[in-house]
């Protein structure tokens, strides 16, 4: 998404939700590390490319906060303001 698209990446609510649960629910701007000099950092040993994904971490709710780990079946929804949605459905390893 172009930059110009976000209207203050200083301030994007980043969500995630566990079978429609929220798990965590925290904004851009309680990080360490801005979105910008992030970006700007991965870009020095990467070439990054429209779609790519930066991925810095776990506001807290993570598994470990909650006493659960992610089973077979487990749907997670991840969103950022102005950016859309991401959905993903665990699979058990060896499962198809």
């Not at 929220?22 to 040993?45: G, H, L, N, W």
């Not at 807290?60 to 303001?81: P, S």
Request: with cysteine; proline share 3%.
């Amino acid at each position: 998404m172009p930059a110009e698209s976000i209207a203050d990446t200083g301030d994007l609510r980043v969500t995630l939700k566990l079978n429609g649960e929220t798990m965590q629910d925290e904004s851009t701007e309680d990080m360490i590390f801005d979105v910008a000099r992030m970006v700007s950092y991965a870009s020095q040993s990467a070439r990054l490319l429209p779609g790519d994904l930066v991925l810095t971490g776990s506001p807290a709710g993570n598994g470990m906060h909650w006493g659960r780990l992610l089973r077979d079946g487990d749907v997670m929804e991840g969103t950022v303001t102005g950016l859309g949605a991401q959905r993903t459905r665990c699979v058990a390893e060896g499962a198809a």
